[in-house]
């Protein structure tokens, strides 16, 4: 994929910060007054837009994934229209935000996916989007191969597709792997396969490696949050401790591997992990929903992190610059109950999201703190006292499970 004409001239829109295509890498060039102070400093008090931002489409899916974020299954009426899902871009094309990451749902389930694509590469504003891969026939595999600025990730959660298909439905590891042989048939170039580590899969990341370079793909991992119905299995799902420390050490020997600074709270162990190490929530990232809904993090769909809506006055702008909660946000936070930990400065205290839905206090440990400070700080929480993620979108069937995929679907 060549790069944008535009992209030259659009990354000096955060001065020392640079975005670069089609690497997709971000490197900051400090000023002499400030080359003495860590990066995490020079963001934590938010940017004037941001980096890039994750835009849930839709919450309709034709999977029923366990652990997915935003309970996705339905598609909620009252969607972003068309017409003001150009609006959105065409604003995100005036602060000059990088890139938006979409998803859902299964965001290629919307009639006007490809239209909406085509309108943020015209308007110069990439798109990165996660797919379960149900969709992407050899023609769109062929649309998408010619189309610059756009980055595809396959979600897969098994090398096989036993432990994939035990987490993301019957018949899903198959359609994955049906995609990733259409873009590579149609030259689509480093795709990414993107996995949420669980301790069933955890075992595997050499295995899916290989798979990753077969097709010349990145590999992409992500961790499992206690979000949406991840709720629900997350106690079931997420890495043992053991499994924590084997998965840093991995980590440490790939710095190719991307994770998305999904593991920071892991650079307790050691040295850092690459990445910016902070949770960027309100200050570099935050998160559009299908109904215009804006939140300060992707991984945290629930009222108390709502900032406002892109239908408000001001737009999508006025909650990014405005928005009481992203203030808040922005300002310098105590280590609370980490204060005496060594480790602080190395992990951050971990991630907000995973500390709220458990039950933690946001000034508390993570609950997969390295330390053993969050499975003590869990031990202390109340039965049913953890907040319950919202909105929800799951199907339910007769005998009130979800609606699993089985087999293959057509385009």
Not at 113 to 122: N, P
Not at 132 to 137: A, V, Y
Not at 334 to 356: E, I, N, P
Request: aromatic share 8%.
């Amino acid at each position: 994929m060549s790069q944008h004409p535009e992209v030259a001239q659009r990354t000096e829109r955060f001065g020392s910060l640079r975005y670069h295509y089609p690497t997709r890498r971000l490197t900051f060039a400090r000023p002499r007054a400030t080359a003495g102070r860590p990066l995490t400093e020079e963001l934590r008090g938010g940017l004037d837009a941001p980096i890039c931002l994750t835009w849930e489409l839709t919450y309709g899916c034709n999977l029923a994934c366990r652990h997915c974020l935003s309970s996705s299954g339905r598609r909620d009426p009252g969607e972003l229209s068309t017409g003001e899902c150009r609006e959105v871009i065409d604003e995100l094309a005036r602060l000059r935000v990088f890139y938006v990451n979409i998803g859902g749902g299964e965001p290629t389930i919307r009639p006007d996916f490809y239209d909406l694509v085509d309108h943020a590469v015209d308007r110069g504003v990439g798109v990165k989007f996660s797919t379960n891969g149900t969709t992407i026939t050899p023609a769109r595999a062929a649309r998408l191969a010619a189309t610059d600025y756009v980055d595809v990730q396959v979600s897969l959660d098994g090398a096989d597709a036993a432990t994939n298909d035990a987490v993301r439905g019957e018949g899903s590891y198959a359609a994955a792997r049906r995609a990733m042989d259409h873009l590579a048939a149609a030259g689509f170039g480093a795709f990414k396969i993107s996995v949420v580590v669980t301790r069933h899969n955890v075992g595997q990341l050499d295995a899916l490696e290989e798979l990753a370079a077969s097709y010349g793909a990145h590999l992409r991992l992500t961790r499992l949050r206690p979000a949406g119905r991840g709720a629900d299995v997350w106690g079931e799902l997420h890495p043992t401790a053991d499994q924590q420390v084997a998965l840093y050490r991995w980590l440490v020997e790939r710095p190719e591997v991307l994770t998305g600074d999904s593991f920071f709270h892991l650079s307790a162990l050691g040295a850092p992990l690459p990445g910016l190490n902070l949770c960027g929530a309100g200050r570099v990232v935050c998160l559009i929903d299908p109904v215009g809904d804006v939140y300060a993090c992707p991984f945290a769909l629930h009222p108390e992190f709502r900032a406002g809506s892109v239908r408000q006055a001001g737009g999508f702008a006025g909650v990014w610059r405005s928005a009481d909660l992203f203030r808040r946000l922005r300002q310098p936070a105590a280590a609370g109950a980490c204060a005496s930990c060594g480790s602080y400065d190395a992990c951050q205290g971990g991630c907000m999201a995973a500390k709220f839905f458990t039950g933690l206090p946001l000034e508390g440990p993570d609950p997969e703190c390295v330390h053993g400070h969050g499975e003590a700080a869990l031990a202390a929480v109340g039965p049913g006292t953890a907040p319950r993620p919202g909105p929800g979108h799951s199907r339910p069937r007769a005998g009130g499970e979800p609606v699993a995929f089985r087999g293959r679907r057509k385009a």
